[in-house]
């Protein structure tokens, strides 16, 4: 079934609900229709790739369902980015068009000829924080098959903190209009965000790891009462959960998923451990943990995990050795390292690719930032290997600390130490924010060259 039918069928279920208003899913498809048209008319059609900039969230998803129905791949040029590195990004997905606010239309490739049939999609990208950033191409059918793993959309009355120009946010602004549910705007600005749920009966609040952390903070109980917060995208501590559980709402949810894949599993309410469970994996998805050989494990033994899903992705744009490592004998292998409980529930210990050895010993990041982070004194911590000409990797860490707190390095690594013994960092770097991406996750890239610049190997 395409876009257009999907929407058609919606019929008059508010479909949209933004400050300036809202409206049902005949008044989308018309809206859609009309964009449609106008793209038509300045030559964008089906085989086209065009890059989307624009800023309005509504007019952006209308956008974006437009362009999939004319059968064009589209990719965000987020406004927020500099234009050096939205230029760099359309050469890379080879961009013929860009449409800005209003549907003005820029033709970038002069030798464009329309051509292909059917739906299109959208390229999304990885978020680069450990690595080089890889792009993905989507089709229509895939994100349908993707949406399918949250049939609670259908009823779902879904704000996302982050603007659609986001991948995630694009993302399930997309899964939720599959599913028939509605999709709610925040205003611009700073905004009591309690209130507008409240006002608007948001049912799923959607947010970043960094967020769910600053809103357990104030400190203030039943905030939420009644709406589902949501949260992934990186580890979450015990600690962050229970207090999101006491003084937001108890009805929290954390997501463990990928780009190339979608969601893969949740941990809901009741389902919260000293263990930071992620959950059983969701309805379609098929997940094994196995060892070197590539044959599964036992439960309860710990490995590396691969999965496949309808609407996972088959490999990356210009990925050359990449797409061969991660999409192979028909599994994606995210480069993580997990382990299935006895109940079917995962725990990821971290990636693959950041597992430290320090004289023969393994040392996974999320070890030292759980004991970090379990401080007092500390909002975040990020842990990652520095080489060592004499020990192969030492584990080091950076830390933000709480509003006001006063703790040294020398003192957190005494407390390391205390918890970690040979697993504690060797050095530790105090400062003030740690770097992040436009989607609030840690740089760790950016936080090795910290480390680098203060201390040389």
């Known amino acids: 079934m395409s876009v257009l039918d999907e929407l058609a069928r ?33 030559g964008v059609g089906a085989g086209a790739i065009v890059g989307v900039e624009i800023a309005d969230e509504v007019e952006h998803l209308i956008a974006s369902l437009a362009l999939i129905a004319a059968g064009a791949h589209h990719i965000t040029l987020a406004t927020h980015d500099p234009p050096a590195v939205r230029s760099e990004l359309a050469g890379r997905v080879g961009v013929t068009h860009v449409v800005g606010q209003g549907a ?3 033709r970038r490739n002069a030798v464009f000829a329309a051509e292909g049939e059917g ?12 690595g080089g950033m890889n792009i993905i191409a989507f089709t229509a059918a895939q994100l349908a098959a993707q949406a399918l793993r949250h049939p609670e959309y ?28 509605t999709n709610v705007f925040r205003p611009p600005g700073d905004f009591d965000e309690a209130a507008f749920c409240a006002r608007h009966r948001v049912t799923c609040l959607d947010i970043s790891r960094m967020h769910a952390s600053n809103l357990a903070a104030q400190d ?12 992934g995208g990186s580890a979450i501590p015990i600690d962050v959960r229970r207090a999101v559980e006491q003084r937001v709402t108890p009805l929290l949810y954390v997501r463990y998923a990928s780009t190339e894949s979608g969601a893969i599993a949740m ?26 050989d590539d044959q599964p494990l036992p439960r309860g033994e710990t490995g590396r995990i691969r999965l496949r899903a309808p609407g996972v992705a088959t490999g990356y744009l210009d990925g050359g050795e990449q797409t061969a490592e991660r999409f192979r004998d028909g ?32 040392i996974f990041p999320a070890e030292i930032e759980r004991v970090l982070e379990r401080h007092p004194d500390v909002s975040v911590a990020a842990a990652l290997p520095l080489a060592s000409r004499i020990h192969g990797q030492i584990p080091v860490a950076a830390v933000e600390l709480k509003a006001k707190a006063t703790t040294s390095a020398a003192q957190l690594q005494a407390y390391a130490r205390e918890h970690l013994a040979l697993r504690a960092p060797r050095r530790i770097l105090v400062v003030e924010q740690l770097p992040r991406n436009s989607q609030g996750k840690i740089m760790r890239r950016a936080i090795a060259v910290l480390f680098e610049q203060r201390w040389q190997q």
């Open 10 to 42: 919606r019929g008059n279920t508010t479909a949209v609900v933004s400050e300036a208003g809202q409206f049902d899913y005949a008044e989308l498809l018309g809206r859609v229709e009309r964009y449609l048209a106008r793209l038509a008319q300045q």
């Open 104 to 106: 003005e239309v820029t």
């Open 119 to 130: 739906e299109g999609g959208v390229y999304l990208k990885t978020s680069g924080t450990t």
């Open 331 to 362: 599994w994606f292998w995210p480069g993580d390292v997990g382990m299935l409980r006895a109940d079917g529930s995962l725990i990821v210990q971290g990636r693959q690719d950041d597992m430290m050895v320090l004289n023969g010993l393994n």
């Open 154 to 181: 259908s009823t779902e009355r879904l704000l996302r903190l982050a603007s659609i120009e986001h991948n995630n946010s694009k993302r399930h602004r997309l899964y939720c209009m599959l599913m028939g549910g």
């Open 220 to 231: 203030r109980p039943g905030r939420f009462e009644g709406t589902k917060l949501r949260t």
């Open 267 to 292: 941990a809901g309410p009741g389902e919260h451990d000293e263990a930071e469970s992620v959950g059983r994996p969701l309805p379609g998805v098929d997940l094994q943990i196995v060892g070197p």
